[in-house]
């Protein structure tokens, strides 16, 4: 198979790692954890869109995974084709917009960025209730301030973002790779996407199982599955 | 589709380098991953080829498209010092367009008609004339225009082999794609979930992350079993 054969082939990996994230973030309660990075804060925000073929939901809300509509989307097959999200790491939040096909990076506000931006919302919100217009100079002198921010930083912050993205890619990888995840992260999805309850400490433990090497142990579970 | 303000977007390649061998190999990841010795000596030639060079009204080409300074679409004169800088070339893919409105090309190519017609006292034209006639209006017109200009940034990171690319435009990305091969006669590999694996693959890892065996195998995850759906 050509290489431009297996990279389309196998974009659907990319909506699984979505699916999982949102599926760990909501239970583990926004708090997600790599070897490296430790813990860190992970959570959805303003906008997901899940799609199967032609059908196509989009939500767009505070938390737009918490929902129910999000859940009968999955239940009708739509996996995650992408969605915004927030990271809080050190005291440091970014966002951005992930996608899954592609697993490209879209609207990536950097802690710098977002630090201003949200000082200038709550700074504008402040003038215009003291019937003050300032606002719109502070925008300014903001952009200013933006296009002075040195490249190399915002490179070394981006590369730091997409260090932690790929470690979380991993450690998905190795479940996805593994027995592990027909044994127990799809049984684990299927509750939760419809609404059960979910041990989320057992699912860590089981999750963090002794691993079953290749994808025997994968088909023996596969078939076991009703 | 600046990485120089406001916030990011853009696509990732990785970049990839093929030995006397005709074996391909990762430029920037692996530990053999460092460039060829003189690589970037070699390639600033090619680069200076590959500037940009503005359209000309007179050229029977409609788009072209080149390298620019980045964050500069004007600067093509690519001085080394603002492209090569602390383990990254900078550059901008810039590409001019001729855009002239369809109005304004169909009302001048009618006025042509119309004059070409009583000069040569015939009611219908063939179609070589019509096609020379659009020819040869389309380049009075654009002599009046400036072509449109976009720039999208471009950031190759040689320690990780990486390019950042600042726009998710297919066709941008396409040209770009091309033109980088042309001149640094390196291929990109756009990233990924399939491609990210091999790049992500560490040593302790008790399974080859891009193990093409494991991939081969896999089949896309079905939550709701068919007929629960």
Redesign the interface.
């Known amino acids: 198979m050509q290489?431009a054969d297996?990279?389309e082939k196998?974009?659907?990996?990319?909506r699984?790692?979505l699916?999982w994230l949102w599926m760990e973030s909501e239970l583990f309660d926004g708090t997600l954890h790599t070897e490296e990075h430790g813990a860190f804060g992970f959570w959805l925000e303003k906008q997901l869109v899940l799609s199967a073929e032609s059908e196509s939901t989009s939500i767009k809300a505070a938390a737009p995974g918490l929902g129910r509509e999000a859940k009968e989307a999955?239940?009708?097959?739509q996996l995650p084709e992408r969605f915004a999200v927030r990271i809080s790491k050190d005291d440091e939040e970014t966002s951005l917009v992930l996608t899954?096909?592609?697993?490209?990076?879209?609207?990536?506000?950097?802690a710098t960025?977002l630090d201003k931006k949200e000082e200038a919302v709550i700074g504008d919100l402040v003038d215009e209730l003291a019937g003050r217009t300032r606002g719109r100079k502070k925008k300014k002198a903001e952009?200013e301030e933006?296009?002075e921010?040195p490249?190399?930083e915002?490179?070394s912050k981006?590369?730091e973002v997409?260090a932690l993205l790929?470690t979380l890619?991993?450690d998905f990888?190795?479940l996805?790779?593994?027995a592990r995840?027909d044994a127990v992260v799809?049984p684990t999805?299927?509750q939760w996407?419809a609404g059960e309850d979910v041990d989320a400490d057992a699912y860590r433990a089981a999750k963090r199982g002794k691993?079953t090497?290749?994808?025997k142990g994968?088909?023996a579970a596969k078939g076991t599955r009703? | 589709m600046s990485?120089?303000?406001?916030?990011?977007?853009?696509?990732?390649f990785f970049v990839t380098l093929q030995g006397r061998d005709g074996t391909i190999r990762s430029a920037g990841s692996a530990a053999d991953g460092s460039l060829p010795r003189g690589f970037l000596d070699r390639s600033y030639e090619k680069l200076l080829h590959h500037a940009m060079r503005p359209l000309d009204a007179d050229e029977p080409e409609s788009e072209r498209s080149g390298w620019c300074v980045l964050g500069d679409p004007l600067d093509v004169s690519l001085p080394k010092e603002r492209v090569y800088l602390?383990g990254?070339v900078?550059l901008g893919f810039r590409t001019d367009k001729w855009v002239i409105p369809g109005a304004m090309l169909r009302t001048r190519l009618r006025q042509a008609e119309l004059a070409y017609r009583e000069q040569v006292g015939r009611e219908k034209l063939s179609r070589r004339e019509r096609a020379e006639l659009k020819e040869v209006v389309t380049r009075e017109l654009r002599k009046k225009l400036v072509p449109s200009t976009r720039a999208v940034d471009l950031?190759w990171?040689l320690d990780?082999g990486l390019v950042?690319f600042f726009s998710?435009t297919a066709s941008a990305m396409l040209s770009m794609v091309d033109l980088f091969e042309k001149t640094f006669g390196a291929k990109l590999?756009?990233?990924?979930?399939?491609?990210?694996?091999s790049?992500?693959r560490?040593e302790d890892?008790?399974?080859a992350?891009d193990?093409e065996?494991?991939?081969e195998?896999?089949t896309?995850?079905?939550?709701?079993?068919e007929g629960d759906?």
Request: glycine share 6%.
């Open positions: 290489l297996r990279i196998r974009r659907f990996v990319g699984e790692l699916l999955l239940l009708r097959g899954g096909d592609t697993l490209a990076l879209r609207a990536l506000k950097l960025v952009s933006d296009e921010t490249f190399y915002r490179m981006a590369a997409e790929g890619y991993r990888l190795r996805r790779l593994d995840w799809v999805m299927r996407a691993s090497k290749g994808a994968a088909k009703k | 990485a120089l303000s406001g916030s990011l977007s853009y696509s990732r602390e990254f900078n950031t990171s990780e950042r998710h590999v756009a990233e990924s979930p399939y491609t990210l694996a790049r992500l560490g890892d008790p399974i992350l193990d065996a494991l991939w195998a896999l896309p995850t079905i939550l709701v079993p759906a």
